[in-house]
T-cell receptor
């Protein structure tokens, strides 16, 4: 049973466009929500993270929006670049760094 | 080393064979995690160590899976009598301290194929 549901499974965006990935969860005990970026053949790398007492966090072109009441959070990639083409995973912390991951979104940025 | 190092990077095992996967965490990192990632899926938690203590092994799929970190640094994930469903990437991760707010760094994974 997947505790974190992620959508879409894949998306294609033009260079300069906005990529939006959504995640939903049920467990209200989750207390930390990171996003990871993974390139083929590599391990996931932390991109940006948020705690549930904050509604939005921005780092460069990456923004997390968090809706605690709806139990949803999303990643926005502004001004998408070809180098952003990767698989993105949302995650939620269950306990001391034990994460429940979403199934992933494959993002392709076309030139 | 600069990052989490895993070996072997690729392993092909015959069904029924035992395998051992090694993880060298970042020096000084207290917390160590093992995750399993099936093709096209997100990582799934296997087990967690704080120093040499295995605090959570709830994700290990069967008693064929065993992990250890005897001196609180290098860890080994052992899979006995491998089955085809064990084919996956096994990711090791470490963080400086316990707690989700501490950045968790993943290795590149050990790709296991059971034939």
């Amino acid at each position: 049973q997947q505790q974190v549901k992620q959508s879409p499974q894949s998306l294609i965006v033009q260079k300069g466009g906005i990529s939006i990935i959504n995640c939903a969860y049920e467990n209200t005990a989750f207390d930390y929500f990171p996003w990871y970026q993974q390139f083929p053949g590599k391990g996931p790398a932390l991109l940006i993270a948020i705690r549930p007492d904050v509604s939005e966090k921005k780092e460069g072109r990456f923004t997390i929006s968090f809706n605690k009441s709806a139990k949803q959070f999303s990643l926005h990639i502004m001004d998408s670049q070809p180098g952003d083409s990767a698989t993105y995973f949302c995650a939620a912390n269950e306990n001391w760094g034990k994460f429940q991951f979403g199934a992933g979104t494959q993002v392709v940025v076309t030139p | 080393g600069a990052g989490v190092s895993q070996s072997p990077r690729y392993k092909v095992a015959k069904r029924g064979q035992d395998v051992a996967l090694r993880c060298d965490p970042i020096s000084g990192h207290v917390s160590l995690f093992w995750y399993q990632q099936a093709l096209g899926q997100g990582p799934e938690f296997l087990t967690y160590f704080q120093n040499e203590a295995q605090l959570d092994k709830s994700g290990l799929p069967s008693d064929r899976f065993f992990a250890e970190r005897p001196e609180g640094s290098v860890s080994t994930l052992k899979i006995q009598r491998t089955q085809q469903e064990d084919s996956a990437v096994y990711l090791c991760a470490s963080s400086l301290r316990q707690g989700a707010g501490n950045t968790i760094y993943f290795g590149e994974g050990s790709w296991l194929t059971v034939v």
